[in-house]
T-cell receptor, first 114, second 112 residues
């Protein structure tokens, strides 16, 4: 199993450009999450999904959009990129089995907006 | 008030010593507590989780939970240089669906 995979690993965007960060998991997890991590800071939840077709906002959703058409994929869309979106983005997934909520993280996407 | 608070450190301990990492949380109804390790430039990886008051041991790691005082700690016995990393505390509050809140992390350095 590959676990959680993310593409691209690195990206530089100009202000106002758009892009999609891809996330795929092969563990058949229902729950998927997008976090951002700024230098020296903890993880902030952007959006999450409890299953295909269901998404919800986290702490910092402004400037982002998500969709969940399949169990495996949970892309994050940035529209009109701004310097404040420079960060490392992590996708994670978890399974709800016996009350277990452990999250497994992808390798991250390092995004710079200039 | 932050949901989850950790001392950012850095915390330095000599090799072989016990490292003690602490985390406090604001939601008294929180149910699940997690410790993640994050090496520089890498993604977080789960070390331990704990749901019930008391201690939970896994190898050199012990998680301690005190819901009355709203804190959770991680003890690392026989610390090794490879334990040098940032340790993130995560909490799942009671009424937030499936959201988790992370602390800012404590940076640990184990000195050979």
């Amino acid at each position: 199993n590959a676990g959680v995979t993310q593409t691209p690993k690195f990206r530089i965007l100009k202000i106002g450009q758009s892009m999609t960060l891809q996330c795929t998991q092969d563990m058949n997890h229902n729950y998927m999450y997008w976090y951002r991590q700024d230098p020296g800071m903890g993880l902030k939840l952007i959006y999450y999904s409890v299953g295909a077709g269901i998404t919800d906002k986290g702490e910092v959703p402004n400037g982002y959009n998500v969709s969940r058409s399949t169990t495996e994929d949970f892309p994050l869309r940035l529209e009109l990129a701004a310097p404040s979106q420079t960060s490392v983005y992590f996708c994670a997934s978890s399974a709800r089995a016996g009350g277990s909520y452990e999250q497994y993280f992808g390798p991250g996407t390092r995004l710079t907006v200039t | 008030q932050k949901e989850v608070e950790q001392n950012s450190g850095p915390l330095s301990v000599p090799e072989g010593a016990i490292a003690s990492l602490n985390c406090t949380y604001s939601d008294r109804g929180s149910q699940s507590f997690f410790w993640y390790r994050q090496y520089s430039g890498k993604s977080p990886e789960l070390i331990m989780f704990i749901y019930s008051n008391g201690d939970k041991e896994d190898g050199r790691f012990t998680a301690q939970l005190n819901k009355a005082s709203q804190y959770v700690s991680l003890l690392i016995r026989d610390s090794q240089p490879s334990d040098s990393a940032t340790y993130l505390c995560a909490v799942k509050p009671q009424n937030t669906g499936n959201q988790f809140y992370f602390g800012t992390g404590t940076s640990l350095t184990v000195i050979p």
